[in-house]
């Protein structure tokens, strides 16, 4: 009887977990579908566009691109950079100014941030607009009206609550602080590379090349 009853309280956890587990997969998903919809409106659509041919003209004219972002921003921004490589860019993710070289008028700087108000991307993308003004500046959060949203040349806005948001029950818990943010950031980059590496006519077998794993 104790087996059984150890056993039956096992399955009631495991069941609430998985249940736990798929209320916060699809609040994620819910926010995807709502930003390709956000997204795909002609007046946001645009800015996408904009986004892409910059670029397009940064990876045809071989500029550099400079990824600014913090936390876990920063590990997406660092997928969306491999992915760049693929495509032949020269990208620097910048974490520390003293160990990067010096931004020039023909380099592009990306700069992800869901509160738009993070404290160190505020501080760093001072310093580089104010040593020199890049060919571009994107800007991708979820409030386009901070410093950061205001920095760019192109501003993408992203639908997602950040850590700027307060929300108090089981959202909250299911995806807490950025989660919504992030998620949709790691979607939409992806599939701005899939645009990219279609407009360049790269294959994956052209991308895979690149690949510093390819065996």
């Known amino acids: 009887m104790a087996e059984n009853s150890e056993e039956n309280n096992h399955m009631q956890v495991n069941g609430k977990a998985k249940e736990i587990l ?15 919809e956000h997204l795909n409106k ?6 996408t566009q904009k986004f892409i041919e910059m670029v397009h003209d940064g990876l045809v004219n071989k500029r550099r691109f400079f990824l600014l ?22 990208i620097y993710v910048v974490t520390n100014l003293a160990s990067m070289p010096a ?3 023909n380099d592009i700087l990306i700069v992800l941030s869901g509160s738009g108000t993070t404290d160190i991307v505020v501080s760093l993308l001072k310093n580089f607009v104010n040593t020199v003004k890049p060919f571009g500046i994107v800007a991708i ?6 410093i950061i949203g205001r920095a760019g040349d192109v501003t993408i806005k992203l639908k997602g609550r950040t850590k700027k948001d307060k929300v108090t029950g089981d959202t909250a818990v299911l ?6 943010f992030e998620a949709a950031a790691f979607s ?3 599939a701005i590379i ?3 590496a279609i407009k360049l006519g790269k294959t994956d077998e052209d991308m895979l090349k690149k690949h510093s794993q390819t065996t």
């Open 22 to 36: 798929f209320q916060s997969m699809e609040l994620i998903m819910k926010n995807l579908q709502e930003n390709m």
């Open 42 to 47: 002609p007046r946001h659509f645009k800015h």
């Open 69 to 90: 972002a913090s936390g876990r921003s920063a590990f997406i921004l660092q997928c969306f950079a491999t992915r760049l490589v693929h495509l032949g860019a020269e």
């Open 103 to 105: 931004l020039t008028s």
């Open 141 to 146: 959060t979820s409030h386009p009206e901070t």
């Open 175 to 180: 995806t807490p602080e950025g989660t919504m």
């Open 188 to 190: 939409y980059l992806d």
């Open 194 to 196: 899939a645009e990219l």
